[in-house]
Structures are given as structure tokens and as C-alpha cells.
């Protein structure tokens, strides 16, 4: 059985994104983005929602060919191609890049996919995310904190009808502050 994983950036006051959409407040030192790109190296799968994919595609697949392309940009582009994506999108939405795309039922897909052999799986994106949460399917939370108050936007949780309880397992401090915590789900 697959472990499913929800990891992204948030602001101190829960928002993965700032009203409007907004991400300037989120990038990434060298560290941490070395730190994300080193996750998507050793990722089985990862589950997007609609936006965070169209966000991601249309930046990672030709990042690299990009004029003044960094070598850690490089890097991550290549690894984010060759990682097996699946989509999740109640309309139709292009993939490619090693993706493919679901329509249906989010939860039973994901449900589907977590009981099969494998690596790892992370899931992108809070809509999508909140589904798996409300479902118990998330194993681990990787919460990456950016000392920053937005003031609203997309939250990282989503309102639940019951509690989950969880294990802190590792903690990591990166350059400006930002902090990584790890949980377990405790089932």
C-alpha cells in the first residue's frame, strides 16, 4: 500500500496561496527549492488538482530551455517531466509530461491508487487535498511555513466533520525563517 503525503508551502496564517492567487511571498531560498526537487526525484506518483496543474504546466515542461535557466531550474524540470502525474479535473484539461487524467470520482481514483504497489504518493493542490483529508486518505502532512501573514487566499486545511490526530516526525529549519514540519497520520 502507498503512503499518500500532502506537502506544499503556507503562509504563518494557513494560506497556500495570498487573495488574488497571489505566490510572491513564497519563493523559495536554494536550500529549500534543492529540497523540493530532491522530493519530486524520489516521488512515485504525484496527484495534481486542476489549477496547481495548469500553474506547474505552464512553467516546468520548458523551464529549462528558459534563457538564464539556473542549474537547481534545470534540474527540477527535468525531474518534475519524468515523475508519473495524474490529474484530477472535472473538465477536461490538456496533460502530458507523464500525466494522465482523471474525470471521475477523485476520492475512489485515489482510494484505487493508494492500494496498489509503489512509491510514494504526494498530492498537489488544497481543493483536491481536502478531498483525501476529508476521506482519511492522507498519511503524512508536510507543512512548509513561510513567516508571512496573507491575510486570506486558499487555506491549507479545510474544515473536517471529525478530528485527525497526528505525530510529529521531523521538524527542519530553512534559510529566512521558513520551516518544514513533518506529521503522521495516527490511525
Do not use: C
Amino acid at each position: 500500500m502507498r503512503t499518500l503525503t500532502y506537502a506544499m508551502n503556507l503562509s504563518l496564517d494557513g494560506y497556500t496561496t495570498a487573495p488574488g492567487g497571489d505566490l510572491d511571498w513564497s519563493v523559495p531560498s536554494d536550500e529549500l527549492f534543492q529540497w523540493w526537487s530532491d522530493r519530486v526525484a524520489s516521488t512515485g506518483l504525484s496527484l495534481y488538482g486542476r489549477k496547481l496543474w495548469e500553474n506547474m504546466s505552464a512553467h516546468w515542461p520548458t523551464a529549462d530551455q528558459r534563457p538564464g535557466a539556473t542549474p537547481a531550474e534545470v534540474e527540477f524540470a527535468g525531474r518534475w517531466r519524468d515523475m508519473p502525474k495524474v490529474v484530477f479535473s472535472s473538465r477536461g484539461v490538456p496533460v502530458d509530461w507523464n500525466a494522465r487524467l482523471v474525470t471521475g470520482d477523485a476520492v475512489a481514483e485515489i482510494t484505487r491508487i493508494k492500494s496498489e504497489d509503489g512509491g510514494r504518493m504526494d498530492i498537489a493542490g488544497p481543493t483536491l487535498a481536502a478531498s483525501a483529508m476529508r476521506a482519511g486518505l492522507i498519511d503524512e502532512y508536510v507543512l512548509v511555513t513561510v513567516p508571512v501573514l496573507v491575510g486570506g487566499g486558499t487555506p491549507f486545511f479545510t474544515a473536517l466533520d471529525r478530528k485527525i490526530k497526528l505525530r510529529p516526525v521531523e521538524t527542519r529549519t530553512f534559510p529566512g525563517g521558513v520551516i518544514m514540519t513533518r506529521y503522521q497520520t495516527e490511525r
